[in-house]
């Protein structure tokens, strides 16, 4: 009897010793670093932002993978906004009540973005914006507020170096009739004419729901013979691009096309077709990962993300996959530099002193005066040639 005791006293110990040691690993497990999403998931942009959350769902779960952030997995709490804007601030204010947020990523849509900004000054937290929104909006120099894609200016002056670069003397823009259109129809004229060059902008214009653009396209063909233009720059983004292509194609207009950095997403070949054969535009390098140089610092990151989109979705990296890439790995290296003190202030802080970091779109560097990152250089020169994206090089205009 007393060894049957003696036997169960000694297999408690064991129990207890053995929870002894499980117990610190179990409360070593550290907690998350949230990151809020304010995303257009429903609505006009849902192709796009479908794109971001997959490449940012992916790259999160490549770090927990890691390790996390010295132990701490990240997490990403989404939102849809669905491109309401009362939404897009609903979400905003939301997460930035919520302590456990440290940052915020989004919205998309320029128009949204300067209520989200001005929440997040207002907050104190972090916002990262994808989509570049319009110098107005970036000019303000706000604290908390930091871009991922490059400017309207940086791209408005690559796209005049194309121009240039094909000798195109006359452009016809037809804009979208929203702020970041508005805003990269104004700076392509301004810069286009400090160059020598005769840019009219169109004053029909296309709202981001159009699916026909034909009525409008009828009235800019008199001015495209009579002026004798060399090009029309679609001065969009999202689904009217490809249908303004589609549209003039069928008209029967046949100059050239040029367009946004916005046209470097893998739909809008898809959703033009044929129409889509010649269009020219500036974009970011994840579009040509492979037609990169050789001696590119990033070419190596970009490949390996494509490699990994293709394998996890089916699809290649594009403009807009980078820019979620990118954003995640932003986060993630401000979060390691905090060293284990992180707050929003100290990422707010750390974020800002980004230096050198390279990643798909090109070697982020951020300062107390510059919330880009990027700059002209770190974008390329694109063709569509037979349903795919193709890199074209101008000596003199890299």
Same mark, same amino acid.
């Given at each position: 009897m007393k060894?049957?005791?003696?036997?169960?006293?000694?297999?408690?110990f064991?129990?207890?010793?053995?929870?002894?040691?499980?117990?610190?690993?179990?409360?070593?497990?550290?907690?998350?670093?949230?990151?809020?999403?304010n995303?257009e /998931?429903?609505?006009?942009?849902a $192709?796009?932002? @479908?794109?971001?959350k997959?490449a940012?769902? +992916?790259? #999160?779960?490549?770090?927990?993978?890691?390790?996390?952030v010295?132990?701490h997995?990240?997490?990403l709490?989404?939102e849809?906004?669905?491109?309401?804007?009362?939404?897009a601030?609903?979400?905003?204010?939301?997460?930035?009540?919520?302590?456990?947020?440290?940052?915020?990523?989004?919205?998309?849509?320029?128009?949204?973005?300067?209520?989200?900004r001005?929440?997040?000054e207002?907050e104190g937290?972090?916002?990262i914006?994808?989509?570049?929104s319009?110098?107005?909006?970036?000019?303000?120099?706000?604290?908390?507020?930091?871009?991922?894609?490059?400017?309207?200016i940086i791209?408005?002056?690559?796209l005049v170096?194309?121009?240039?670069?094909?000798?195109?003397?006359?452009?016809?823009?037809?804009?979208?009739?929203?702020? /970041?259109?508005?805003s990269?129809? $104004?700076?392509? @004229?301004?810069?286009?004419?400090?160059?020598? +060059?005769? #840019?009219?902008?169109?004053?029909?214009?296309?709202?981001?729901?159009d699916i026909?653009?034909t009525?409008?396209?009828?009235?800019?063909?008199?001015?495209?013979?009579?002026?004798?233009?060399d090009?029309?720059?679609?001065s969009?983004?999202?689904?009217?691009?490809?249908?303004?292509?589609?549209?003039?194609r069928?008209?029967?207009?046949?100059?050239?096309?040029?367009?946004?950095?916005?046209?470097g997403f893998n739909?809008?070949?898809?959703?033009?077709?044929?129409a889509?054969?010649g269009?020219e535009?500036?974009a970011?390098?994840p579009?040509v990962?492979y037609?990169?140089?050789?001696?590119?610092?990033?070419?190596?990151?970009?490949?390996?993300?494509d490699k990994r989109?293709?394998?996890?979705?089916?699809?290649g990296?594009?403009?807009?996959a980078?820019?979620?890439?990118?954003?995640?790995?932003?986060?993630?290296?401000?979060?390691?530099?905090?060293?284990?003190?992180?707050?929003?202030?100290?990422?707010?802080?750390?974020?800002?002193?980004?230096?050198?970091l390279?990643?798909?779109?090109?070697?982020?560097n951020?300062?107390?005066?510059?919330?880009?990152?990027?700059t002209k250089?770190?974008?390329?020169?694109i063709?569509?040639?037979?349903?795919?994206?193709?890199?074209?090089?101008?000596?003199?205009?890299?």
């Open positions: 060894g049957k005791k003696g036997m169960v006293l000694w297999i408690s064991l129990i207890l010793i053995s929870i002894s040691w499980a117990t610190p690993a179990y409360l070593a497990e550290k907690s998350p670093y949230k990151i809020g999403v995303l /998931l429903t609505g006009p942009w $192709e796009v932002t @479908k794109t971001v997959m940012m769902v +992916m790259e #999160v779960e490549k770090i927990n993978a890691m390790g996390g010295d132990g997995p990240l997490e709490v989404i849809d906004n669905g491109f309401d804007l009362g939404r601030a609903a979400n905003m204010t939301k997460f930035s009540r919520n302590k456990e947020i440290v940052a915020v990523v989004g919205p998309f849509e320029d128009n949204l973005q300067a209520t989200t001005a929440i997040a207002r937290i972090t916002d914006i994808i989509c570049p319009n110098p107005m909006v970036r000019s303000l120099n706000q604290r908390w507020s930091f871009n991922i894609a490059q400017s309207d791209v408005s002056q690559k170096d194309l121009c240039l670069a094909r000798g195109y003397k006359k452009i016809l823009v037809f804009p979208g009739n929203w702020p /970041l259109a508005l990269l129809a $104004e700076y392509f @004229k301004r810069f286009g004419e400090e160059k020598g +060059m005769k #840019v009219i902008i169109s004053k029909e214009t296309h709202k981001p729901t026909d653009m009525p409008q396209l009828i009235k800019l063909k008199p001015i495209i013979e009579s002026e004798k233009v090009a029309l720059y679609a969009t983004g999202g689904p009217p691009g490809p249908i303004i292509c589609k549209n003039m069928t008209l029967g207009i046949k100059i050239p096309i040029i367009g946004t950095h916005a046209f739909f809008i070949i898809a959703l033009g077709g044929e889509m054969e269009v535009f500036a970011g390098k579009v990962p037609q990169l140089d050789k001696d590119d610092p990033v070419r190596p990151i970009v490949i390996d993300f989109m293709r394998a996890r979705y089916g699809v990296a594009d403009q807009i980078g820019h979620a890439h990118d954003t995640i790995w932003l986060i993630y290296d401000a979060l390691k530099r905090c060293q284990g003190k992180v707050t929003r202030a100290n990422f707010r802080d750390a974020l800002e002193n980004t230096k050198g390279k990643s798909c779109h090109g070697i982020y951020y300062s107390p005066t510059d919330h880009d990152g990027l250089r770190d974008l390329v020169f063709r569509i040639e037979g349903g795919k994206f193709m890199r074209i090089k101008f000596p003199g205009f890299e």
